[in-house]
């Protein structure tokens, strides 16, 4: 029989809690619950503790300039489905050739042939995105989208080779963009010195740029309100093709004869199938931004799959009103010679072309995101020794 002096000394006997993995603190031995509601120094050391914890963002930035705080972000803000990856496609995919080239691919093909162009563009693009989809539900998707996809079915080595290419014409892109932007918006302020526009394309990539250094945070910012003036130009056509008839540029509204008639096909010299399917091709090159997002979502192999599928059913019908609008209430010949054929066929003119100006700004503002992420996650894993040095990041 043990004696209670024997128990009293079992009982003053240190234990090592931290072999079970528990901690000797009292207020973390009471729980989370009784340290929080008990009384005394352990439940006021657990409270001041949580609250460091819960509010710790705010007290970083209480310490902080304003203008820091607002505008420069020192902690990751991640996204969701919505404003992450839907944006991001939708706005890459509403591009210029939309606004500027569909009328001519109607005017080309006919509208039967279109349709079969728009639909086997986003049937191409489709499989590319359920292969990454598959990718990203079956691994961890860390920073670096395109690349880390490729780099785990190709290697490190092949994979890195391929994204080069990659980066390399979003680089190009991006340029291609901003010049369209220049030129078209110099054209409305009767700009037509050559270095005037350039230094118009020169200004715009660099407010761009600043947006991006600022933050991601302001880069989804401007793309809701990018969206949100290029579905409403989509309405303006839309909504154009019932009201608006315009005889001298070849607009006549829903007409069942003009409809049979630019049903067919009517190639021009030198064009063909082939090619009307070239110009129209590189409309769905941009569906992979969602997946160059990866790095800044919440959950990317939930997020990617819904946001990408949900922009690409979005874009095929606004392509298919952009195909049959403008072949059903368009003149062939109009179609063949006008590229700005949908501004005279939209409602308002001035969304169309605040659409158009819109829409090559935001596949500029998405090569400047997506494409030093990928360049970054190169550089983390050595691909090309040389660029090591552009792993950090903020």
């Not at 304003?66 to 992450?84: A, I, Q, Y």
């Not at 994979?159 to 409305?188: D, K, N, P, R, T």
């Not at 008639?261 to 399917?277: M, Q, R």
Request: charged letters at 15%.
């Amino acid at each position: 029989m043990t004696t209670d002096k024997d128990a009293s000394a079992r009982s003053t006997k240190s234990v090592d809690w931290e072999r079970f993995g528990l901690s000797a603190e009292p207020s973390l031995e009471k729980g989370p619950l009784l340290g929080s509601w008990g009384e005394g120094e352990g439940s006021s050391h657990f409270h001041d503790k949580g609250a460091k914890e819960l509010f710790h963002e705010d007290q970083l930035a209480s310490n902080k300039p304003w203008w820091k705080t607002n505008f420069f972000l020192s902690e990751p803000v991640l996204f969701g489905v919505w404003d992450g990856v839907f944006t991001s496609c939708m706005i890459n995919l509403f591009s210029v050739i939309i606004f500027l080239r569909v009328g001519w691919i109607v005017g080309e093909a006919g509208i039967a042939q279109s349709i079969g162009i728009v639909c086997l563009t986003v049937l191409i693009g489709t499989t590319t995105v359920l292969s990454g989809i598959g990718i990203c539900e079956r691994c961890h998707l860390e920073s670096g989208g395109v690349h880390f996809l490729l780099s785990h079915i190709f290697g490190t080595r092949t994979g890195g080779a391929v994204s080069l290419i990659y980066c390399f014409g979003q680089s190009v892109s991006c340029a291609l963009h901003v010049m369209g932007f220049a030129e078209s918006f110099s054209q409305v302020l009767d700009i037509s010195n050559i270095w005037a526009i350039r230094a118009v394309g020169m200004g715009m990539i660099i407010l761009l740029l600043g947006i991006n250094l600022a933050g991601v945070k302001w880069v989804i910012r401007l793309q809701f309100g990018l969206l949100i003036i290029l579905l409403l130009a989509a309405l303006d056509l839309a909504v154009g093709t019932f009201i608006q008839v315009d005889i001298d540029h070849g607009v006549i509204g829903y007409n069942l004869e003009n409809l049979k008639n630019n049903t067919g096909s009517d190639y021009t010299d030198n064009e063909n199938w082939f090619t009307v399917f070239g110009v129209f091709f590189p409309a769905m090159t941009g569906i992979l931004a969602g997946i160059n997002m990866s790095g800044d979502l919440h959950n990317p192999s939930r997020d990617i799959p819904v946001g990408t599928l949900a922009s690409v059913g979005t874009s095929f019908f606004i392509y298919m009103i952009f195909v049959v609008g403008l072949g059903a209430t368009c003149q062939r010949w109009a179609l063949h010679t006008d590229y700005m054929i949908a501004a005279k066929v939209s409602a308002i003119g001035v969304l169309l072309l605040a659409g158009l100006y819109i829409s090559a700004m935001s596949a500029c503002l998405g090569s400047l995101y997506a494409t030093p992420r990928i360049i970054q996650s190169m550089a983390n894993e050595n691909v090309i020794p040389i660029l090591k040095f552009l792993g950090k990041g903020v």
